[in-house]
């Protein structure tokens, strides 16, 4: 259903109605923001080979034209603009092709793969109910700045708290600071063991592949196989798919 409102997007079939409706939801969207992008890529790489099959045919008709009685020279001709045209549509393809792979190891995967986390309500320790629940709702309504300047207001050692830290890592992720994720996910590569470290793990596995560095999603995602995490499933499906 997105893929054919993209479509009509892309090739101006819709109403101003229907444009405008699906403006509104870009938007609001940041996975069909992303989805939008792919399709106008491919779109073009589509379209510079259609332009190289179309000059690679006007060269061989005007080469006939102008040459065609010089069927030794003719021949010479055509295959030097045949194997560059031919070297230019490989290449060409192999750009689309490079394309689509690419998609389907990063920004496709991790939009496949990525959930935003529910912190639940519980309450732990020296995290108070009502720093919690002002920050829950703050993040359920998607104000993930105000969520990080209320985290960032709470006391050290419940900031440092697993459940927040892993709170403020994807908070961190809605806002597109991976890099700074990253950082706060590190917490949970100690060997104390916690409620939300399985979560940490799989989320900072999440922001590698977002960053294309699939080299360390790939040997996270391998530790946490190895640990029986309780993202394990996702995580062998994934690595199939890096492959």
Known sequence: M???KILNYLYGEMN???KNSFEQEL??????????KLHEEIDK?????????????KLEEIHQQEFGAKKEKVLNIQNKWYWAAASITVFSGT??????KSANSTDRLFNRYYEVWQPGLTTRGVETESELMNIYQLFESKKYE???????QMDKSTQHSPK?????????MELNEFDHAIEVFNHFDSDSYTLYTDAGKWYKALCYLKKEDTNKATNLLEKIVEEDNTYSKEAIELLKKLK
């Open 164 to 172: 927040i830290m892993l709170l403020k890592g994807c908070t961190l």
């Open 16 to 18: 101003p109605q229907e």
């Open 27 to 36: 938007e609001q969207d940041r996975h069909l923001r992303n989805e939008l």
């Open 146 to 152: 105000e969520t990080i300047w209320a985290i960032n």
């Open 95 to 100: 750009a689309v092709y490079t394309l689509m």
């Open 2 to 4: 997105q893929t054919q």
């Open 45 to 57: 790489a589509l379209n510079k080979e259609i332009k190289v099959q179309q000059f690679r045919m």
